[in-house]
């Protein structure tokens, strides 16, 4: 073996992992040639110094400081690709404003005090309520039943309606025959009672 | 991803020994790696020596860029570090580790030519195979081994002229 053999070898004979036979080879060598033992030796002695020196750990923010620079790099690439959505965005950019998020959220707030105060009842939504099927049975009881409300409504406006017309069209006879029966009690009365004054207007009629 | 910024962020500040440079070349590769992604075919090699080369292209890049400055400013530097280290050394059993023994492993590899520099810091920091080496440096693996041997050689001479105890 020569010296630059052995150069060639050094690296995985300082790693230990040399078959034995190539191992005793290298072995040999070293000892009969001082500088390629000098060589071994400053190399086993690098290794195992840089051995002994603590892992380099970049600084926690670093990882922080890649992934908001990515994210910006992202967003620069991304109105390329966005198409609708961006489009969409930029044109709900002025409403979606911190002040308009503070009014809504105001007049939510307002909403529901008065709400509270006129005795509406609110209740909690659960999870269970979003459920689509669950949803459209709901919007579909609520139309069944304002439409129930709506005919019963409807009909006891009619009920009353025929009511009141009937009472009218019974009262209308009796007022039309009441001048009639009025007249025909009357007459026999005033003159039952008093039978001069008709006499009298007779009379004065005569005269 | 963390493992790889740690990595990246590794090679870096030990090629360049600036904690700062060294953060601001970490996030200038990933940004790197994010534009250039498409590039990467899974069947033409691993991420890690993908990772690697542009990690090292991008070292070389800066370098080059501030070979000058460097030479003036640092050296000084870091023979004060080798002193100041070793003094500590003598006084407790004289076998530096942990992150005195990082410090001064950190001044002895700005002495190293920057080819011995990144065949050492590719193998003995970043712990990859001789054949991955050779594909990130785009030579030979004998001619990584030849650079290691002697890259580790003059590394031990540096600390012993400093009488850091190797």
């Not at chain 2, 542009?54 to 400013?73: A, G, K, Q």
Request: aromatic fraction near 6%; proline fraction near 4%; glycine fraction near 6%.
């Amino acid at each position: 073996m020569n010296c630059a053999e052995l150069e060639i070898l050094l690296c995985d004979y300082l790693d230990g992992a040399l078959p034995a036979e190539r191992k005793a080879e290298v072995e040999a060598h070293l000892a009969g040639c001082a500088s390629c033992a000098s060589l071994a030796k400053d190399a086993q002695a690098a290794v195992e110094f840089i051995g002994r020196a603590e892992v380099v750990e970049p600084p926690p923010e670093l990882l922080t400081r890649i992934l908001f620079h990515l994210r910006g790099e992202v967003q620069r690439e991304a109105p390329v690709a966005a198409g609708a959505r961006h489009w969409f965005a930029q044109w709900l950019r002025p409403v979606l404003q911190p002040k308009f998020a503070m009014g809504m959220a105001m007049t939510v707030l307002s909403l529901s005090m008065l709400g509270r105060f006129a005795g509406i009842e609110v209740r909690q939504l659960t999870a269970a309520d979003l459920d689509p099927v669950k949803i459209v049975m709901n919007i579909e009881d609520r139309v069944h039943r304002g439409w129930l409300a709506v005919r019963k409504y409807y009909e006891n406006l009619r009920l009353v309606y025929e009511i009141q017309t009937r009472i009218q069209e019974w009262t209308v006879p009796e007022e039309d025959d009441q001048p009639a029966a009025n007249d025909a009690s009357k007459g026999p009365a005033t003159d039952g009672a008093s039978g001069r004054p008709s006499t009298d207007r007779r009379e004065r009629g005569a005269k | 991803m963390k493992a790889y910024t740690q990595r990246v962020y590794a090679m870096c500040y030990r090629f360049t020994n600036s904690a700062s440079e060294a953060q601001d070349l970490t996030q200038e590769v990933f940004l790197r790696v994010f534009r250039t992604l498409k590039s990467f075919r899974a069947g033409e090699g691993s991420f890690l020596v993908w990772l690697t080369r542009l990690t090292r292209n991008l070292l070389i890049d800066h370098y080059r860029r501030n070979r000058t400055d460097r030479v003036t400013d640092s050296i000084e530097d870091q023979l004060g570090v080798l002193e100041e280290k070793v003094s500590l050394s003598t006084r407790t059993d004289g076998m530096l580790a942990g992150r005195e023994a990082s410090e001064v492993l950190q001044a002895g590899l700005a002495r190293l030519s920057p080819e011995l520099r990144e065949a050492v810091i590719l193998r003995d920091v970043e712990e990859m195979e001789y054949r991955e080496i050779a594909q990130v440096l785009n030579v030979p693996e004998g001619t990584v081994k030849s650079r290691l041997n002697r890259g580790r050689a003059e590394l031990a001479r540096v600390l012993r002229r400093h009488k850091v105890v190797v």
